[in-house]
């Protein structure tokens, strides 16, 4: 009697959802287990978009519906790697998709990186996006914050720092991150950038958007606006490069409107130096920058001391690697080609592993991007399976892993706990008016989930 194909799929972000999507869609008989290390799935949706962002985790409702499907089965509260081995699985599967993501920060090599008050914007993303994983608790005493990188992680940070608690306070963030930004002392927030404004990877709707609240003020340097031969070429080619350049010129001229908060985007500034003092962040050295003609910038040999008790890196995440799968540590990436995870060594592909995602590519690319991806891997897979590459499980049968789980006393959370954890935050936030607040502690979230539903 034949079987459906068994695939794990490690990691419930959007990558991992919607390559279990395009796999129950290709025709394949297959059943899916969808591991999760947290509590609850989503990955980046839930614990990387900025809670003043509904719109964006508008996208949870189309994965939802992903997860509703038989063929997908959610496995949380897993750690792969530690609570099953990879080699383990093989046995319960015919192909092993990874798409744990990335959610550490890339280092930055200058000189200061030690000094207290210096952080990579991951940890305050991880920190107000109530990831159980993070601190519960920020330093908001600085009252001027730079901010290094060009990137809507950057922008998030800026924005998060230069709004009120209050404003805030209407989304599903949880009292700890309230109390915190309730006591802020921020009063200017300065983001850099060392190329020009046609070089920025801001989107044109994220920039938009920092200027949706009374509470801030959008400054930008006229000086700030300049373009060489490869940027004109660059607004030419993308509407979505014209439309940032377009922005920030119409902040560089407007008239200010008096708010209590500004916000200065610098370009032409490249950070060289956390300045400190006794062992804390006092401000950040950079150097004047010019374009060259390509679209690139040489230094000036100007530099300048900007004051700052806080310093927060968004140069972009990192991945991390998963225990008994190869990992160069240099790229932060699953070494693959196309998909098929290689051998370090070798450089042959191992057999029934995959990737996708950022573990895949790096931490670059929106949704499509990942959905491309995913296509990419799965279509990989499919023709592995279908040309005898897979060896065979020698347990099969879907309940086996939940069996063996069991028995190690793993508190599994399924998609109908994620149902039950769901409705307990929309409890907690329709008592205060708000559609949600979220759960933060780790034990509370499996303990609302109710692990000890029969899989």
């Not at 500034?269 to 400190?276: F, K, M, Y």
């Not at 063996?404 to 329709?430: P, Q």
């Amino acid at each position: 009697m034949s079987r459906p194909l068994r695939v794990a799929v490690v990691g419930a972000g959007p990558a991992g959802i919607y390559a279990s999507d395009l796999l129950v869609k290709s025709g394949q008989d297959v059943a899916i287990d969808l591991f999760e290390r947290m509590p609850a799935p989503f990955g980046l949706i839930r614990y990387g978009v900025a809670p003043d962002h509904p719109r964006i985790k508008g996208i949870v409702k189309s994965l939802h519906a992903v997860l509703d499907k038989p063929e997908i089965r959610l496995l949380g509260n897993i750690e792969v790697g530690k609570d099953i081995t990879v080699e383990e699985m093989r046995d319960y599967y015919d192909a092993i998709i990874f798409s744990t993501g990335a959610t550490g920060d890339r280092d930055l090599a200058i000189p200061g990186h030690e000094l207290k008050g210096y952080h990579g914007a991951g940890e305050f993303v991880g920190f107000y996006d109530g990831n159980p994983d993070f601190s519960r608790t920020w330093d908001l005493t600085a009252e001027k914050v730079a901010v290094i990188g060009v990137g809507n992680v950057a922008l998030d940070v800026a924005r998060i720092l230069a709004k009120t608690a209050d404003e805030l306070h209407v989304t599903e963030i949880p009292d700890n991150v309230y109390d915190n930004l309730h006591r802020s002392a921020v009063q200017e927030v300065h983001v850099f950038g060392r190329r020009g404004p046609a070089q920025a990877k801001f989107t044109p709707l994220e920039l938009k958007e920092l200027d949706h609240s009374d509470n801030v003020e959008v400054v930008v340097d006229p000086e700030d606006i300049d373009y060489d031969e490869a940027s004109e070429q660059a607004r030419r080619d993308s509407k979505s490069v014209d439309l940032v350049c377009q922005t920030l010129e119409g902040y560089a001229i407007r008239e200010p409107k008096g708010a209590k908060h500004k916000l200065f985007l610098h370009f032409f500034e490249s950070p060289v130096e956390i300045l400190g003092e006794d062992g804390r962040v006092v401000g950040l050295k950079t150097e004047r920058t010019e374009l060259d003609g390509t679209g690139n910038v040489r230094g000036t040999g100007t530099y300048t001391n900007w004051e700052a008790q806080a310093v927060y890196r968004a140069v972009g995440y990192r991945s991390e690697a998963v225990t008994g799968v190869p990992f160069d540590a240099e790229r932060a990436v699953m070494p693959n080609d196309g998909g098929r995870v290689l051998d370090l060594d070798s450089a042959e592909p191992v057999p029934g592993l995959y990737a996708t995602g950022w573990i895949k590519r790096g931490p670059v690319g929106l949704i499509g991007n990942t959905k491309s991806d995913a296509k990419d891997t799965t279509t990989i897979l499919l023709e592995d399976y279908n040309s005898g590459k897979l060896a065979e499980p020698s347990k099969p049968e879907p309940e086996a892993v939940v069996d063996m789980l069991k028995e190690r006393g793993i508190a599994v959370t399924t998609w109908d706990g994620w149902h039950n954890l769901d409705a307990a935050e929309r409890a907690l936030g329709e008592a205060e008016g708000r559609e949600r607040k979220k759960i933060v502690e780790w034990h509370e979230m499996v303990s609302n989930a109710h692990p000890e539903y029969e899989i």
